[in-house]
């Protein structure tokens, strides 16, 4: 039997990959100097412009997808009898999973068969992304949807994310890091070198002295952490800087010898948060901690 996969927008998957596999996206809510934006991976969002207003200083917040959003988008496919494999962003970071899992208990009191499966992926961004592309490479391949499903839970703690934030003052206008901290680290050059945590929360790990030592530093945990790097597909992401992005894929490239690279933008749900200028790396290496 046929089945559907759904994602969130900020998986930053190219709308092309999407609309070519017919994943159904929830699409995320960007607020930014008093407007609603839909994060619809840039069909009709101008991600540039968006960019370039987050450099300037803007702050944008993003809302979590809301219960009864859920409850229209399952009904529609529990009554054409289609299953899904709701591959939802980390809980982590939002509450959206747990509103997804409080729907289908909702729905279940109303029909007799809810044929709706919800992993928890514990990434966000690519990284999320990354799972998504690689259950679509099987469900292409003719796995079931258990079959997948079973693939993404044993193999989501073992997706790495290396990230790097550029604007440090970002994260002191959105209320992330202390009006001290930002300057000592503007001061220093510092920039924060973030990781995605086993219980699926952006955690700090470490910090460098300058955008470039930043970027190696990536490199070299990303090379230093693959399995198998022959038979992986890797994600690249950024806010707005694919200049930093290529160099960072043929540095990785020189240091090893990966199945393919692939670069992609943030989209605006996750440039919100990290600011103008970050730069990310997804792979798949040992469960992570």
Known sequence: MSYKIMADSCCDLPIEFVEEHNIHIMNMIVNMEGKEYIDDLGKTFDREAFFQKIKNGEIATTSQINIGTYLEVFKYYIEENIPVLYLAFSSGLSGSYNNALAAVEMLREEYETVDITIIDTLAV????????????????????????????????????SWVTVEDIKHLERGGRISAVSATLGTLLNVKPIIVMNRSGKLVPFAKARGRKKSLQFLVQKTVDGMIDPQDQTLFIGHAGVPEDAIWVKEAIQEKAAVKDIKIYPYGPTIAAHTGFGSLAVFSFGDERK
Request: one cysteine or more.
């Open 125 to 160: 961004c690519l990284g999320d992304g990354l799972l998504i592309y690689e259950a679509v490479q099987r469900k292409i391949a003719g796995s079931s949807l258990e079959e997948v499903a079973q693939w993404v839970e044993k193999n989501k703690t073992k997706l790495h």
